[in-house]
């Protein structure tokens, strides 16, 4: 109670039946929203063109298989409890290599994070970043083989859009957002939030054996995502509410 998430939401309520419609980035947050707003549409957040650049043609030279893991250091996107699940598949056997990129606050959840990368670091299977700029987190994409993705909610999802489009294989929870962009995708693997060992058996798995990306997760990217099909789809939203609201003659 009146954190800035709380406050957030009760001017929500006050604010959104005011308007004409409200943009939703996902299934999810249009199911937030709808109840309280006059229409909705559903429209993604577009990636940054960057992210359409060419593609390395084959990751195969690249030794041992690499791990992304992107997202604040905060208990709903799980860095620790996937470090911690990381280190189990690494104690098996299974070789790989991974990198955490995200900011890490001085909350206690964030030290702990921190304590545990320090303890492992030295074994050289697992390394931290917390800031990159674009090009360099591109690059790190494109050196890499897959990303995993655990949060508890996500109202959107950037990264997994971000990184299909970059040709990874996708390993992430069910929720929000990443179920649309995951949509027809074959190189995403979904699982419910809370079924861990499940994501760790595919993943130790995929590991051993991994599988080449398909060429139609980036098409699919591309279609759904790239900055001219969203701005396409704003355009002709706004031209339907302008029309519907000047006065008939």
């Given at each position: 109670m009146f954190s800035f998430w709380w406050l957030q939401a009760k001017l929500e309520a006050l604010v959104l039946p005011m308007f004409n419609g409200v943009f939703c980035n996902s299934n999810h947050t249009q199911s937030l929203v709808c109840s309280l707003a006059r229409k909705t549409w559903?429209?993604?957040?577009?990636?940054?063109?960057?992210?359409?650049?060419?593609?390395?043609?084959?990751?195969?030279?690249?030794?041992?298989?690499?791990?992304l893991v992107i997202g604040a250091i905060t208990p709903n996107k799980r860095p620790l409890e996937l470090l911690r699940m990381l280190k189990s598949i690494y104690n098996s056997g299974a070789p790989f290599q991974v990198m955490f990129v995200g900011s890490a606050s001085g909350s206690p959840y964030g030290k702990n994070f921190l304590?545990?990368?320090?303890?492992?670091?030295?074994?050289?299977?697992?390394?931290?970043?917390?800031?990159?700029?674009?090009?360099?987190?591109?690059?790190?994409?494109?050196?890499?083989?897959?990303?995993?993705?655990?949060?508890?909610?996500?109202?959107?999802?950037?990264?997994?859009?971000?990184?299909?489009?970059?040709?990874?294989?996708?390993?992430?929870?069910?929720?929000?957002?990443?179920?649309?962009?995951?949509?027809?995708?074959?190189?995403?693997?979904?699982?419910?939030?809370?079924?861990?060992?499940?994501?760790?058996?595919?993943?130790?798995?995929?590991i051993h054996k991994p599988t080449p990306p398909s060429p139609i997760s980036r098409d699919l990217m591309v279609s759904r995502y790239h900055p001219k099909v969203i701005a396409a789809k704003h355009l002709e939203i706004y031209t339907s509410v302008l029309s519907a609201s000047l006065p008939k003659e």
């Open positions: 559903l429209v993604p957040n577009p990636l940054r063109l960057s992210f359409f650049s060419p593609t390395p043609a084959s990751r195969s030279h690249i030794k041992p298989i690499r791990l304590d545990e990368v320090a303890k492992v670091k030295r074994e050289g299977w697992i390394d931290f970043q917390e800031k990159l700029p674009e090009s360099d987190l591109i690059k790190l994409m494109d050196s890499s083989h897959a990303l995993l993705h655990f949060p508890m909610e996500e109202a959107f999802g950037l990264v997994v859009a971000e990184a299909l489009a970059r040709r990874l294989k996708l390993f992430a929870a069910k929720v929000g957002g990443i179920i649309d962009i995951s949509k027809g995708v074959q190189d995403a693997e979904l699982f419910d939030a809370d079924d861990w060992p499940a994501l760790e058996y595919s993943l130790k798995a995929w």
